[in-house]
Nanobody, 125 residues
Framework: QVQLVESGGGLVQAGGSLRLSCAAS????????MGWFRQAPGKERQFVAA????????VYAESVKGRFTISRDNAKNTVYLQIDSLKPEDTAVYYC??????????????????WGQGTQVTVSA
């Protein structure tokens, strides 16, 4: 069992930056694929970014490439999402997720078994 707790969200002006953190419990964190998803009001939850256990392999949604950076620190059981050049359309609840199983695809919601409670990111124009 893995418990995930996100933090770092907030209200920021367009063009600003935020760093989201996701702290995980459990001794097997280092073997999990970790992902970030987001859900805007009235929309479905969508994939943002993911990183494999070693941190060397990352995947991003096209809409965030070049602005978002995912990373992990296995010693701290934490995964991060650095968000730069924020846009109003980035406004959403951001969720951290963990997958204990190796899948070729990192972007499928169904591949993630554990989820955090989410952290709100609001970007003003």
């Amino acid at each position: 069992q893995v418990q995930l707790v996100e933090s770092g969200g907030g209200l920021v002006q367009a063009g600003g930056s935020l760093r989201l953190s996701c702290a995980a419990s459990g001794r097997t964190f280092s073997s999990y694929t970790m992902g970030w998803f987001r859900q805007a009001p009235g929309k479905e939850r969508q994939f943002v970014a993911a990183v494999r256990w070693s941190g060397s392999s990352t995947v991003y949604a096209e809409s965030v490439k070049g602005r978002f950076t995912i990373s992990r620190d296995n010693a701290k059981n934490t995964v991060y999402l650095q968000i730069d050049s924020l846009k109003p359309e980035d406004t959403a609840v951001y969720y951290c997720a963990a997958s204990p199983v190796y899948y070729t695809s990192l972007s499928s919601i169904s591949h993630y078994d554990y989820w955090g409670q989410g952290t709100q990111v609001t970007v003003s124009a």
